[in-house]
């Protein structure tokens, strides 16, 4: 007889420690928001007991949400936001004192409490990850949408990426992120058997694509969004979404040939554009000789302040409100908020944020891994991988890593848009990660165990009519 599948144990939901790590991530911002106004005016900011309250109400309210609703979801995802946010706003607000004529701390918060509120309304209403899987095709045509329009507005700064209206403006690609990740992982997870085991072999044998019918429609639309990201200008959001779409591939099928497929054509595709591209080539210009306009008698250009910033932070930095990487330029609240950390923060601060980014990577792997369902598997490594890329691209172009590309440090760097799908972006997390500790059944749990009683009342009947056959009349 055929063993009914057994429920997972019974985990502790862990939403006390959950809370008392976002008390400890609210006072470290707040105490870094009072440390900011004591290097540079020597007294805390009147507002300062405020601005606490504030980020605590959220947090709070947030944090309740998730105790109703995903009472088994992974403690750090929560707090990591929220201290990450508050670090940010500190940064923020630490450079709007050097520019009196550009606030930007006010219209964060702003975004961030929008961001939340997001963040409660995911939680909230979507009961179950695997809704989304019907949705994949309309994700995808909205995707392509938002990454369209665009295109029909002036660009700013070599870019058009955003759209201003109202005297407000927000960057539409950054809610396609999303969307993306939704269709590749509805899709991958509903054609892995054929894109792994169908097809010819190529590289010897350690690749294997599959047939044109099952890999056409996802390439297609990735070509298409590439594109229209081309036409923008938008490199840094190219970039992310070929690295998603390589990284969901290799883990619907396993086969490490997509990555060095995917290495190649990035270098391919890089050398091509920065050949082409004046916007790009002279990025790649700064690149490799970040210290060429110093040389030349013209000053340092945004790439050699930020480099001068790490340099004159050291080990534990400058101190909060001390430093002076404003000289970066008009870039130095979004692209090269980094820069900040670095300087003022030092080696020691700047570990600690990447060493967050790195546990809230990690956990979202850890979440996917941890689920039944194909769908939810790819879909928490693409949102995590969403995550992991920005973080690379950024701060490997901030340190001259790799040529710079224009995107938003995930809740460090000014900018709306960023902020809030941030924050869809652990909601989501946040649902998928209760659903993998969860002991309440699921729906594939309650088919598995019906048809399981149903093959055992077959049997049963059978063996009954035996008995019945062999019983003398």
Same mark, same amino acid.
């Given at each position: ?17 959950? *809370? ?6 609210? =006072? ?20 300062? =007991? ?11 309210? %947030? ?77 995808? %045509? ?5 990454? %369209? ?113 995917? *290495? ?74 980094? %820069? ?11 570990t600690a944020i990447f060493l967050l980014y790195a546990l809230l990577v990690a956990r979202g792997y850890r979440a996917g891994l941890a689920l039944r369902d194909p769908f939810g598997r790819l879909l928490a490594i693409g949102l995590a991988s969403i995550v992991a890329l920005q973080v690379f691209v950024i701060a490997g172009g ?5 040529? =710079? ?69």
């Amino acid at each position: 007889m055929t063993d009914a599948p057994s429920l997972q144990p019974r985990l502790p939901k862990r939403r006390g420690v959950e *809370l008392c790590l976002l008390v400890g991530a609210v =006072l470290i911002a707040v105490l870094g928001y009072c440390a900011t106004g004591l290097g540079r005016t020597g007294s805390a900011p009147p507002d300062a =007991l405020r601005h606490g309250a504030g980020l605590g109400v959220l947090a709070l309210v %947030a944090h309740f949400a998730v105790r109703v609703r995903a009472p088994y979801a992974d403690p750090l995802f929560l707090p990591i936001a929220v201290l990450l946010n508050g670090v940010g706003l500190v940064l923020i607000y630490r450079l709007d004192l050097e520019t009196p004529d550009d606030q930007a701390a006010f219209t964060q918060l702003t975004w961030s409490t929008l961001g939340v509120g997001l963040f409660i309304a995911v939680v909230v209403l979507l009961r179950d990850h695997r809704v989304l899987s019907r949705y994949a095709y309309l994700s995808c %045509a909205a995707a392509l949408v938002l990454m %369209a329009v665009p295109i029909f507005f002036p660009a700013i700064n070599g870019a058009k990426i955003w759209i201003r209206f109202a005297g407000l403006s927000f960057q539409p690609g950054e809610f396609a992120k999303i969307l993306l990740a939704v269709f590749f992982a509805a899709y991958l997870a509903a054609n892995r058997n054929a894109l792994a085991y169908t097809g010819r072999t190529f590289l010897f044998k350690r690749l294997q694509l599959p047939t044109g019918r099952v890999l056409g429609p996802i390439v297609a639309i990735w070509l298409l969004s590439v594109g229209v990201l081309v036409l923008e200008r938008d490199l840094g959001t190219s970039l992310l979404f070929f690295g998603l779409f390589v990284i969901m591939l290799y883990v619907a099928t396993g086969r490490t040939g997509w990555i060095a497929v995917g *290495l190649l054509l990035a270098a391919v595709g890089a050398y091509a554009v920065g050949s082409v591209e004046p916007h790009v080539h002279g990025r790649v210009a700064d690149w490799l000789h970040p210290f060429a306009s110093v040389e030349a008698g013209h000053g340092p250009g945004q790439l050699a302040q930020s480099l001068f910033a790490f340099a004159a932070g050291g080990m534990l930095g400058t101190g909060l409100g001390l430093g002076h990487s404003i000289l970066i330029g008009f870039a130095a609240k979004s692209d090269f908020i980094l %820069a900040t950390a670095g300087e003022e923060l030092g080696l020691a601060g700047l570990t600690a944020i990447f060493l967050l980014y790195a546990l809230l990577v990690a956990r979202g792997y850890r979440a996917g891994l941890a689920l039944r369902d194909p769908f939810g598997r790819l879909l928490a490594i693409g949102l995590a991988s969403i995550v992991a890329l920005q973080v690379f691209v950024i701060a490997g172009g901030v340190t001259g890593l790799i040529p =710079l590309t224009g995107m938003a440090m995930p809740f460090l760097a000014q900018g709306g848009s960023s902020v809030v799908t941030n924050w869809i972006i652990v909601a989501l997390l946040i649902r998928v990660s209760d659903s993998a500790r969860s002991p309440r059944p699921t729906a594939a749990d309650t088919g598995q165990i019906a048809a399981v009683v149903e093959r055992e009342l077959v049997q049963l009947s059978d063996v009954q009519e035996k008995l019945e056959k062999g019983r003398p009349r």
